[in-house]
C-alpha cells in the first residue's frame, strides 16, 4: 500500500478487451479516483523524454510516426511476437509509470483522505503492483468475446488478437488471485449495478 488509511487504493485489472475500461468508468461515476497506467505510459514516452530516447535507440526510428511519435501498432507488432523485446520495452516504461503513479496517489490522498483510488492496470500482476494494493479486481470476459472486441476495436486479424491475449497472463490465473471478479460480457446495466456495490463496500472497508 502506498499511503497510509483510510484511504483505499485498488488494483483493477483484465484481459485484454475484458472491459476494463468500462468498470474503471464506472467507478469514477460512483466517485473513485482512476489512475489509468495506459495513460501515464503515453506520457511517459511522448517525444524527446527520456523512456522515448530509450525506446528509439532500442527498436529503431521505425517505430515512430512522421511527428516523431511512438507508432504503437508498429512498436506492438515487435513486441508482441518476440516477449524479450516485450521485456525490455517494460524495463524501458514501467518504472517511470510507477513513480507517476505512486505520485498521483499521494496527491489525490492529501486532497482526500478518504478517497477510493483506483489504479487501472494491465500488467497488475505480472509486474508485481499487486502487493503495493489493499483489494484487486479482476474484469474477466470469454475468450471468443475479446477476440471479437480485438477485431472490431483494433483492426486485428484473429492470428494477431490470439496473439495479443496470449501474450498476457491466463484470465484463469488472474481469476484465482484477484480479491474481487467483475464479468465484463454482462449486459451494462447489471455491470454498473455490480460496480456501484463493489464501491460502497470498499467504503465501509475504510
Not at 40 to 69: M, Y
Not at 134 to 146: H, W
Not at 157 to 181: C, E, G, H, T
Not at 183 to 203: A, C
Request: with cysteine; aromatic share 4%; glycine share 6%.
Amino acid at each position: 500500500m502506498l499511503c497510509s488509511a483510510p484511504m483505499i487504493l485498488v488494483g483493477l485489472t483484465g484481459g485484454v478487451a475484458t472491459g476494463k475500461s468500462t468498470v474503471a468508468k464506472l467507478f469514477k461515476q460512483c466517485g473513485a479516483f482512476i489512475i489509468d497506467a495506459d495513460e501515464l505510459a503515453h506520457e511517459v514516452v511522448k517525444p524527446g523524454k527520456p523512456a522515448w530516447r530509450e525506446i528509439v535507440a532500442s527498436f529503431g526510428k521505425t517505430v515512430l510516426n512522421q511527428d516523431c511519435s511512438l507508432n504503437r501498432q508498429a512498436l506492438g507488432r515487435i513486441v508482441f511476437r518476440n516477449p524479450k523485446k516485450r521485456r525490455k520495452l517494460e524495463h524501458i516504461i514501467h518504472p517511470r509509470v510507477a513513480r507517476e503513479q505512486a505520485r498521483l496517489t499521494n496527491q489525490a490522498a492529501r486532497t482526500d483522505p478518504k478517497i477510493v483510488v483506483i489504479y487501472d492496470v494491465p500488467l497488475l500482476f505480472e509486474a508485481g503492483i499487486a502487493t503495493r494494493v489493499d483489494t484487486t479486481i479482476v474484469v474477466t470476459a470469454d475468450r471468443a468475446t475479446q477476440i471479437d472486441r480485438l477485431k472490431i476495436r483494433n483492426g486485428l486479424s484473429r492470428a494477431d488478437a490470439i496473439r495479443r491475449i496470449k501474450s498476457q497472463m491466463p484470465l484463469s490465473k488472474k481469476i484465482r488471485l484477484a480479491d474481487i471478479v467483475v464479468d465484463g460480457t454482462l449486459p451494462h446495466r447489471q455491470v454498473m449495478q455490480s460496480i456501484r456495490r463493489i464501491y460502497f463496500d470498499l467504503l465501509k472497508e475504510r
